[in-house]
């Protein structure tokens, strides 16, 4: 083996839905779920709903631009500056959010 580690697409977006529905876990305020009672359930759906965009752009961005990490891809689709900014701000979000969990 040459020390390089692929996965699939699917396994990326099992793995990123993971990570982000764990952390919505942690980050969903008890107080929520105890204003909510019964219905607190909810907020868990509202959570998986709101992890899947963000899981399926981070696993469907490699296939469709090989090669490039997330901050040449938002380059690419959004111009240098703006998407320098973007990229950034993904690579944030997952560090930051890394973190908290």
Do not use: E
Request: aromatic share 12%; charged share 5%; hydrophobic share 55%.
């Amino acid at each position: 083996m040459n020390g390089h580690c692929k996965i699939s697409q699917d396994q990326l977006f099992a793995l990123m839905l993971n990570f982000l529905l764990a952390s919505a876990f942690i980050l969903i305020p008890s107080s929520v779920i105890a204003g909510a009672k019964q219905d607190g359930w909810l907020s868990i759906v509202v959570s998986l709903v709101a992890v899947l965009l963000p899981a399926w752009v981070y696993s469907t961005f490699p296939r469709l631009f090989p090669g490039q990490t997330i901050v040449g891809v938002c380059r690419t689709l959004l111009g240098p500056k703006l998407g320098g900014v973007a990229g950034w701000a993904f690579v944030w979000f997952a560090l930051h959010l890394g973190a908290l969990v």
